[in-house]
């Protein structure tokens, strides 16, 4: 099992080490279009009056939404393109937009709908504001959501790795196979560093236990298990 991996890996890390192959948008990964989800923070947020959302921030962010395309296109879109080519199954979206919003939510991500709370990472709302790079780690782990939701759930019905763990929450559960993804398309991207940093700052800023235990059955385990599982089971279909 491990030596085909071994070979997939060699296959993978040809593709995506040549930077012209990289330099144009890949067909098999949606085009993301960021924006301010104002309707989100004016309709549904009903903590404003403890944690308002300022002017400062609203502006802020709209000065930001174009440093944060670029960064996505040069950073962001190599995982999800890494993800399509370990698996050989593209996205089946090909456009989708990614509101931030500024409400104070419990949450940092949300893949159904798509939003991200941006509040944390500006520097008019919190001294220490959070990383671009943990920022587009979060856009990536919310779209892995939707791509092992959307794209390739058939592989999972028959996880012997989730039926070990079937006692497990479902918000356990269904961060297994997508952090291992994680960890392993960073590593093959040589990006080791940025994603102990980003599953670090992921972990201490999560108000629900569901992360980190998760996170502890993935190195149990081993991410290879959760990976090579993945492959198996497409290789079945």
């Known amino acids: ?19 012209s192959l990289l330099a144009a948008h890949s067909p098999n990964i949606p085009i993301l279009f960021f924006e301010y989800g104002v309707l989100f923070d004016m309709g549904v947020c009903s903590n404003t009056e403890s944690k308002p959302i ?20 040069q950073d962001g879109e190599h995982l999800l393109t890494a993800t399509t080519q370990l698996f050989n199954i593209p996205f089946s979206r090909k456009e989708l937009s990614v509101n931030f919003i500024l409400c104070d939510t419990r949450f940092t991500g949300m893949s159904y709908p798509l939003l991200i709370k941006i509040r944390n990472f500006l520097k008019s709302g919190n001294d220490k504001p959070l990383s671009g790079s943990y920022l587009n780690m979060v856009i990536y782990h919310e779209l892995l959501h939707r791509y092992i939701y959307k794209d390739i759930p058939d592989r999972l019905d028959t996880s012997k790795l989730l039926i070990k763990y079937e006692s497990e929450s479902n918000a356990v559960k269904a961060h297994l196979h997508l952090l291992a993804i994680q960890k392993y ?16 700052t992921m972990l201490d800023n999560s108000l629900s236990p569901a992360y980190q235990r998760a996170w502890d059955i993935v190195n149990e ?12 089971l497409n290789t079945q279909q």
């Open 1 to 19: 099992m491990y030596k085909k991996i071994k070979l997939l890996t060699g296959c993978l890390l040809l593709v995506i080490s040549g930077t």
């Open 54 to 73: 300022s002017p400062a921030m609203i502006d802020e962010l709209d000065s930001l939404l174009p440093k944060i395309t670029i960064a996505w296109e």
């Open 185 to 200: 398309v960073y590593h093959e991207l040589n990006r080791d560093n940025e994603f102990e940093e980003s599953i670090k």
């Open 221 to 232: 385990e081993g991410h290879m298990a959760f990976i090579n599982e993945l492959l198996d």
